[in-house]
């Protein structure tokens, strides 16, 4: 009896302990799933805001065509500006006249090419950039033209074979992450003639590392061009590398030659080759395709001509603004400008280009306007399988989309995105990953994240950090549109009470930013909601403000400058083409005054100009044109130091 006894109380502390461990492992999957829920949403915001970043800078191109329509008028009054938004210069860069009086001094400590390359070259600049070396100017200019020369021999679309002891490993965005690019390598071995890679754009911007990137790849391209492909991706673009970072970082590194080595950038980007095929199979691009993505077309086009998504077609010289406008579909055949000719794509080229370069893929049937990047299109499950069909293909591979595990596969398994650039928004947001396809087409995917002392943090910590720089780059996006948001509330609040409903709120907040974001989830972290569940909308403004210059201007003022700076400072950077970094008074009145005619932004010429003169600090009739645009930053009530904003996208 006393056996059963304790028979039964071992069983019954059994029961009790395998519940005990059912509720803890019940509670810590719910845990464990609102914290993914929470990273989700923070990706979303991260992902929102940077779409909407490309999207006024696609926005830009309509710019450019409003500057065409004017174009009589701008080639009489500003010549010089039109030769830098149109190509108007010679194409083909004089090497002699980049590198012929560049000296690399005996005092130079940092890494030495010898050319032509030998097999010592790659890991020799690789431990170099470990170092944080930095290459000189004059081996720079050399690498770009060697590569250049390459480049304008291969065609648009490059055809790579894997073999039964040849794999192929297939990268994505490196967007300037060095550490990933080395941590590639690391796993997957350096590119040789026996280890093929095919890297597909983006290796540029928001990074800090992006001309190392671009020198490891250069180097590795001219020692194993057969064996390894770079495609262009967006952001090869010059008119993206001044919003997004890489201008600034290459005029920062070299201060004496970094106009020289951007120019030359300048055309390496217009050469790079548009698409890969394996093994006729796979179709490798940046972005995507659309419903008349032609790649007959794509074979023929002279894709040197492409300078930027940014700069639409343009007409011949003599033609009018209407006469383009009716026959915007005919293949312009170039202008002449002071008796030189400059040549562009037709209006149908420049849109295969562009789709190739900026489309994204979406579960819903059909081809429709990529909505969110402004540029491109999306492209849905018909349009993949119909494309696979015609050319006889398996799959699509592509990258331009962050994903959290590095990869995804849509569309049936019919298309693979691949994105390289761990840690992309934000230390511990997303993995990084590669896929290495082998003989008859099978694939495998390889993840890997950078990890740094606060990617060892538990998964709490690593997900309130992630939410608060989302919520962080959020408010600077509502506070940039805070009088366009108070006029909408007020709209909904008909009693005049200071409060409205959740949905009114939501409603709101949609409309004005348009970020497609789950607003009702996010209130906690913007609002203040009363018990009654009715919102106070002013308390969006609580803890963030704007930074005024001057006092005595409209806050108005002070959000529209704020809300269109990356735009103002790109079109600062065409006009500044000796990168001096400054601009006359009278520049930047005639640059605001197209500027705000086009966009319709309607401030006081008076307010401006007293901005302007007060930036003017020396009184030289002049100012520092990126000094004025960092007068404007974000400041939050809850940070220990203020710091400039930084766009986030």
Same mark, same amino acid.
């Given at each position: ?138 081996? @720079?200019?050399? @690498? ?154 794509? #074979? ?91 050319? #006889? ?24 995105? @691949? ?77 005049? &009470? ?81 990168? &001096?970094?400054?601009? &006359?008074?009278?520049?930047? #009145? ?60």
């Amino acid at each position: 009896m006393g056996c059963n006894s304790s028979s039964s109380v071992g069983v019954k502390k059994s029961t009790q302990a395998i519940r005990a461990a059912m509720i803890i492992q019940n509670w810590y999957r719910g845990y464990s799933a609102r914290l993914k829920i929470r990273q989700r949403y923070a990706l979303t915001i991260f992902q929102s805001i940077e779409y909407a970043g490309e999207q006024c800078q696609l926005q830009l191109s309509n710019f450019f065509s409003f500057l065409l329509e004017n174009y009589a008028n701008m080639q009489e009054n500003d010549p010089a500006l039109v030769n830098r938004l149109f190509g108007c210069t010679p194409h083909d860069k004089v090497r002699q006249d980049y590198i012929g009086l560049i000296e690399v001094p005996e005092s130079y400590s940092g890494p030495r090419l010898r050319f032509p390359l030998n097999s010592t070259a790659l890991p020799t600049l690789i431990e170099a950039f470990k170092k944080q070396e930095i290459l000189h100017a004059y081996y @720079v200019l050399v @690498v770009l033209f060697e590569t250049k020369e390459v480049l304008k021999q291969m065609p648009n679309i490059v055809r790579i074979r894997t073999g039964p002891t040849k794999d192929i490993t297939v990268c994505g965005d490196l967007h300037g992450q060095l550490e990933d690019l080395l941590l590639i390598f690391s796993k997957n071995g350096l590119p040789s003639g026996y280890n093929s890679y095919v890297f597909n754009g983006d290796f540029v911007d928001r990074g800090k590392n992006s001309i190392e990137i671009l020198m490891i790849l250069f180097v590795s391209f001219l020692l194993y061009g057969d064996d390894l492909c770079l495609n262009r991706g967006n952001h090869e673009d010059f008119l993206m590398n001044i919003r997004y970072g890489f201008t600034k970082e290459v005029l920062s590194k070299y201060k004496i030659h970094g106009k020289k080595i951007l120019e030359v950038l300048e055309e390496v980007f217009s050469w790079l080759p548009l698409c890969t095929i394996i093994d006729d199979e796979i179709l490798i691009m940046h972005g995507g395709i659309s419903e008349s993505t032609d790649l007959n077309l794509l #074979h023929k086009i002279e894709r040197h001509k492409m300078k930027s998504v940014l700069i639409p077609p343009i007409p011949l010289e003599g033609d009018s603004a209407a006469d383009f406008k009716k026959n915007k579909a005919r293949k312009t055949q170039g202008m002449r400008i002071n008796g030189s000719p400059d040549e562009h794509l037709s209006k149908q080229e420049w849109e295969q280009v562009t789709d190739l370069l900026w489309s994204d893929p979406r579960g819903k049937r059909g081809c429709y306007p990529n909505t969110s990047r402004g540029g491109g299109c999306y492209f849905g499950p018909d349009v993949t399988a119909n494309f696979l069909s015609k050319y #006889h293909m398996k799959l699509l591979i592509r990258s331009h989309e962050c994903k959290p595990e590095g990869y995804d596969i849509s569309h049936d398994g019919k298309v693979v995105t @691949v994105f390289s650039a761990s840690n992309y928004y934000e230390e511990g947001s997303n993995r990084g990953a590669y896929v290495r396809v082998g003989f008859n087409t099978t694939l495998q995917f390889f993840q890997y994240q950078v990890t740094n002392a606060t990617c060892l943090r538990p998964l709490h910590q690593r997900v309130n950090t992630i939410e608060s720089s989302a919520i962080r780059i959020l408010k600077e996006r509502i506070i940039s549109r805070k009088t366009d948001l108070i006029h909408a509330f007020q709209l909904q609040d008909h009693n005049k &009470s200071g409060k409205i409903s959740m949905g009114q709120w939501a409603f709101s907040m949609e409309n004005v930013l348009g970020l497609n974001l789950p607003w009702r989830s996010l209130s906690s972290h913007l609002v203040l909601t009363n018990e009654d569940g009715y919102i106070d909308y002013m308390s969006c403004f609580n803890d963030i403000h704007i930074q005024k210059p001057v006092k005595e201007v409209q806050s108005a003022v002070i959000e529209t400058l704020y809300r269109y700076r990356s735009d103002l400072q790109i079109i600062f950077n065409v006009v500044d083409s000796d990168h &001096s970094g400054l601009i &006359s008074m009278e520049e930047f #009145h005639s640059m605001w005054k197209l500027f705000s005619s086009h966009y319709h932004v309607y401030i006081e010429d008076s307010q401006v100009d007293e901005l302007a003169k007060r930036m003017d600090l020396n009184k030289d009739g002049s100012i520092d044109f990126n000094e004025f645009l960092k007068a404007f930053y974000v400041v939050h009530k809850l940070d220990k130091t203020e710091q400039p904003n930084t766009d986030p996208a």
